[in-house]
């Protein structure tokens, strides 16, 4: 089951970083049963929120 988050939390990594969907559609999309245990989890295995996650990545992509 470890090895199965920790790959999920990294697909959803990805999509954060290069798509717009939803953190909903996120969960669904790599197999979470809510969003509420993606957020969970997430926090969990990276110290922030999937939001605060993308956000800071969005702002290192923006050139100045």
């Known amino acids: 089951m470890n090895y199965l988050n920790r790959k999920r939390i990294e697909v ?8 717009d969907y939803g953190i909903s559609d996120i969960a669904h999309l790599t197999g979470f049963s809510s969003q509420s245990y993606l957020s969970q989890s997430f926090r969990k295995s990276c110290g922030m929120t999937a939001g605060t996650y993308r956000k800071l990545k969005k702002k290192r992509k923006d050139p100045i």
């Open 12 to 19: 959803c990594k990805e999509l954060l970083e290069n798509t």
